[in-house]
């Protein structure tokens, strides 16, 4: 009993800390300074000709972003599994949405014979 | 709140300790459990919206790229900006609850809600330009130099207006939260010990940034060069 006792206190503590887990400012400041870099990339981006691919470089900076912003200022980074799980599943379902909505659309000239 | 004061005699926690909560770290990362499943539900809800601008910008190629020429590129480029220093402020306002700073925490809420002042004023005034330029769908829509297009460009425009008008409706929801927060902090509620409502207000915050990051170069960069 005394041994579970203990055992639930060091539970609660490493919960303590990863509560308390404080994102140093430098490291804020640091993705703000990639979040404006990279708007000004994607904005020089639109303007230099780089034909059918200026949409998915505009793309892949904006999940770039969308990524620095989910981990280090929503904390993601330190947070629990079960919070990685459902950050990764809201894309698994966001994915769903535009995997069968375009598996129709996509296909509906198709015809077999 | 007598409930509060009963459990906090009882389990000798914080006073903001639920008595459904075995301790403070427990009832914060539930709190953010249900922030992120909320979030989830959004991601959905902004999905539709951008399901349907995939489709139509896939249908409407020419037109599209047509009407986003008139969008503008300066005013949307500084409100990314304005936004970006909002996400900044708001990620310190949960350094300065953590480490005790109450008055720069309050400095951090008011400058967030300025800041989400001045992207709303920003879009409104290019919501002025567009019903002046008679971009807004409807029997007065226009698009020089492409009138041929017109028709489809007017899809453009239903999903601009939509997908920053339930944009910009976050952003005012935002602005009721941070008021709500701004209170509680001029109060000195939060610390160290208790800062969950900063943590899950900001997480709303940073998500409806991240919706503007995608949606500042499909509705303003697309055309920018053909």
């Not at chain 1, 919070?83 to 966001?94: A, D, E, K, T, Y």
């Not at chain 2, 403070?24 to 991601?43: D, K, N, P, R, V």
């Not at chain 2, 708001?90 to 953590?98: E, H, L, N």
Request: contains cysteine.
């Amino acid at each position: 009993m005394e041994r579970r006792h203990q055992k639930h206190n060091q539970e609660l503590e490493t919960e303590s800390a990863r509560m308390h887990h404080v994102t140093p400012p430098a490291i804020y400041f640091g993705v703000f300074a990639a979040l404006m870099a990279l708007t000004a990339v994607t904005v020089a981006v639109a303007y230099a000709d780089l034909g059918w691919l200026s949409t998915p470089i505009a793309l892949v900076i904006a999940s770039i972003k969308a990524a620095l912003v989910i981990l280090y200022f929503m904390h993601v980074r330190w947070s629990t599994h079960l919070i990685w799980v459902v950050v990764i599943g809201s894309f698994v379902w966001l994915g769903v949405l535009f995997v069968l909505t375009f598996s129709d659309y996509l296909s509906r000239g198709i015809t077999l014979a | 709140m007598s409930a509060e004061a009963h459990t906090g005699k009882e389990h000798h926690g914080h006073p903001r300790l639920q008595h459904h909560f075995e301790s403070m770290a427990q009832q914060h990362e539930a709190s953010s459990l249900g922030m992120w499943l909320f979030l989830t539900t959004e991601i959905l809800f902004f999905g539709g919206l951008f399901v349907a601008y995939t489709l139509y910008r896939w249908l409407y190629y020419d037109a599209f790229i047509a009407a986003s020429e008139h969008q503008n590129i300066l005013l949307g480029g500084i409100n990314t900006a304005v936004l970006i220093c909002s996400s900044l402020t708001v990620a310190m306002s949960v350094y300065f609850s953590q480490t005790n700073r109450q008055r720069a925490l309050v400095w951090m809420l008011v400058i967030t809600m300025m800041l989400g002042l001045a992207f709303l004023g920003i879009k409104a005034v290019e919501y002025h330009e567009h019903f002046e330029h008679h971009l807004v769908p409807g029997d007065h829509f226009q698009l020089p130099g492409a009138p041929h297009l017109a028709a489809q460009a007017q899809m453009f425009y239903v999903l601009y207006f939509f997908m920053t008008g339930l944009h910009a409706f976050h952003m005012v929801i935002g602005l009721g939260i941070y008021a709500w927060l701004l209170i509680r902090a001029v109060k000195k509620e939060f610390g160290p010990e208790y800062y969950s409502p900063i943590e899950a207000g900001g997480l709303y915050w940073h998500f409806v940034d991240i919706v503007w990051i995608f949606l500042f170069p499909l509705l303003y960069l697309i055309g920018r060069h053909q």
